[in-house]
């Protein structure tokens, strides 16, 4: 069989606002200071599981708001050395699943993509389902180092026709592109995000060719070490980025992005 060469699309907002794919939501074990977007990620996401100590993150994010019952996760996994007793009885007690998994060679993140993946090749869910993982780049430094590392792994040993893999902090949403050919859908005035983007070779070094920064290149190598695409900037509603290995790239989200009512962009 030939080799596909189709250039590989992303919709970055896609979690933000629509619900054309199905959607797992993960809550990692960081403080999520910004309940607007766990609101809007929350009521796109079809599965929603907390990774262990995330369970702790998400019950004090929503605390106190008048529809904190609306905030019940379907699954809580991981080693469940994180999650406090109290947590874990609050979610019990509103017949939260929660599945200990004691793999010591796997992450919370990790152990919660397997069981989204799992349940995908069981046939429960669609075959190909996006996971967006809420979190991870607020806290210590070698944490997320481990979430890039785990990315990166999990991009190299799964096809994306399982479905992508999107890390939102509070301020970018990040992820990993594909060799070749990557089509980048990033309107800017559709609310989503600000113009600061960055390409980040983690792992190894990369040959890039851009199209639509401000500051583009051709056959550009990029090293941590040696010279690396931090703080360009989006000049056009379609970005293309060629590279020669896979490469993360990062997007700052719009500061209005809470409080706009964001038009909808078509995308799959």
Request: aromatic letters at 8%.
């Amino acid at each position: 069989m030939a080799a596909d060469h189709s250039p590989s699309q992303w919709w970055p907002s896609q979690p933000l606002h629509a619900r054309d794919r199905p959607l797992a939501l993960i809550i990692l074990n960081q403080e999520v200071t910004n309940v607007d977007i766990l609101d809007r990620l929350w009521d796109h996401a079809d599965f929603r599981i907390c990774a262990d100590g995330g369970a702790n993150r998400l019950y004090k994010a929503v605390e106190g708001l008048e529809k904190h019952d609306s905030f019940i996760p379907d699954e809580i996994c991981g080693d469940l050395d994180s999650i406090t007793p109290r947590v874990q009885e609050f979610y019990s007690l509103r017949n939260v699943k929660i599945v200990q998994m004691r793999k010591q060679d796997t992450t919370d993140f990790q152990k919660c993509v397997d069981r989204v993946r799992e349940f995908q090749t069981s046939k429960t869910w669609p075959p190909s389902m996006d996971i967006v993982a809420l979190g991870g780049l607020g806290g210590r430094v070698d944490q997320a180092f481990s979430l890039f590392h785990q990315l990166l792994k999990m991009a190299r040993d799964e096809s994306t026709s399982l479905g992508r893999i999107w890390l939102c902090s509070d301020t970018s949403m990040t992820f990993v592109l594909n060799e070749g050919l990557n089509i980048i859908h990033t309107p800017l005035g559709h609310g989503y995000f600000q113009k600061n983007v960055g390409i980040l070779p983690v792992g190894q070094p990369a040959t890039i060719t851009t199209k639509g920064l401000e500051w583009d290149v051709v056959n550009w190598k990029t090293e941590f070490g040696h010279q690396v695409s931090t703080s360009n900037h989006v000049m056009s509603d379609i970005l293309e980025i060629t590279t020669s290995t896979k490469i993360f790239f990062t997007i700052e989200l719009s500061e209005e992005l809470t409080a706009c009512e964001c038009a909808s962009i078509a995308g799959s």
